[in-house]
């Protein structure tokens, strides 16, 4: 069954020790998402990937970064963990239904849960 | 620019009894709107989605939504609850113009009463 994948589903860490989390998608999808959830919260979109064209969120912190080396893979690094970045870490993807780059349904991953120690 | 309103934090109902999920949404163009299911330590899962099509929008494991364009709300029913149903529920909004992007609600937890 196509679907998203990520690996690994629960990710301990120390403070400050960078880490990084993966994605992969068989659905050929052109377009991958990282969000970030905490407890008892709505997904927050850190940025996104059109293709290979980077779209980071306004207020996502220089601490996440992201990288797309394929269309198949995407990961999010975490430069420095802090203790406020323990969360849920969801991945998505959708295909892009127009020219003009309008979306169609995203299709989430089972999340990687991250502790910082 | 876009917002879904859920009110509340949390429902709970009784097995065999109807769920009612309310949501309200706010958008200056002609919206996408999707439900999206969570399981504990699991993603997200699409239950189902309006696309300016038929205003009632069946779904998988029962559920059902209608948009209502002049009450602007998208709300989600179960005509019967399951033990199985207890989740948090998500409703987002989606514009359909360049580069388009999710709107979060802030989620309902869904318990069921055996």
């Known amino acids: 069954d196509a679907m998203v994948i990520q690996n690994p589903r629960y990710q301990v860490t120390q403070f400050g020790k960078p880490v990084t989390l993966s994605c992969s998608q068989t659905?050929?999808?052109?377009?991958m998402y990282w969000y970030q959830q905490k407890s008892s919260q709505a997904p927050k979109l850190l940025f996104h990937?059109?293709?290979?064209?980077?779209?980071n969120e306004a207020d996502t912190p220089d601490n996440f970064q992201s990288r797309r080396p394929n269309t198949s893979f995407c990961f999010l690094d975490i430069r420095s963990p802090g203790l406020g970045d323990a969360a849920m870490y969801l991945c998505?993807?959708?295909?892009?239904?127009?020219?003009?780059?309008?979306?169609?349904?995203?299709?989430f991953g089972p999340g990687t849960r991250l502790t910082v120690l | 620019a876009q917002s879904v309103t859920q009110l509340g934090s949390h429902v709970s109902v009784s097995e065999g009894a109807l769920v009612l999920l309310r949501c309200n949404y706010s958008?200056?163009?002609?919206?996408?709107l999707f439900w999206y299911v969570q399981y504990p330590n699991q993603g997200l899962q699409l239950l189902l989605k309006?696309?300016?099509?038929?205003?009632l929008v069946k779904g998988i494991n029962g559920f059902e939504a209608e948009f209502k364009k002049s009450e602007t709300s998208f709300h989600l029913t179960k005509p019967s609850a399951h033990m199985s149903d207890a989740a948090e529920y998500f409703c987002?909004?989606?514009?359909?113009?360049?580069?388009?992007?999710?709107?979060f609600g802030k989620g309902i937890t869904l318990s069921v009463r055996p």
């Open positions: 998505a993807t959708s295909r892009a239904i127009l020219s003009g780059r309008a979306t169609d349904t995203q299709y």
């Open positions: 990937y059109y293709d290979k064209d980077f779209n």
């Open positions: 958008s200056s163009v002609p919206p996408y």
């Open positions: 987002a909004v989606s514009d359909t113009g360049a580069n388009s992007k999710l709107t």
């Open positions: 309006y696309t300016s099509a038929a205003t």
């Open positions: 659905l050929n999808h052109n377009v």
